[in-house]
């Protein structure tokens, strides 16, 4: 498993503004979840199979409208939540029919 530096120095910014940025994925690999601690990240949602059921969830527990969200997803498991959120977006490198969905398309 790969990660580019780039990608977490944006949610590091995002998170020292106060966002909550939460992870969702649909993997269950040891290599994300020792990137994301390493990182200062201690929580996340692994393993996941229906990401929007839990975007529903974690949307009414924390009482923050879907409108409101931002989603950051890369692969087809990824649309749904998309296409739920007031801001989708992701990486140039992302599926079509992912890019076709997002709001913006982050440029490497």
Known sequence: KT???RDW????RLRKKGVEVVFI???NSPAV??????LGYHSGFFGVQNKKDLLFRLSSEKKIPLD???YIGDDLNDLD???EVGF???PQDAALEVRNASHYIVRL
Do not use: H, I
Request: glycine residues 8%.
């Open 3 to 5: 990660f580019n530096t």
């Open 9 to 12: 120095l944006g949610l590091d």
């Open 25 to 27: 994925t649909g993997e």
């Open 33 to 38: 979840s020792a990137r994301l601690a390493k």
């Open 68 to 70: 409101e969200v931002a």
């Open 81 to 83: 939540c998309m296409r």
């Open 88 to 90: 989708a977006l992701c």
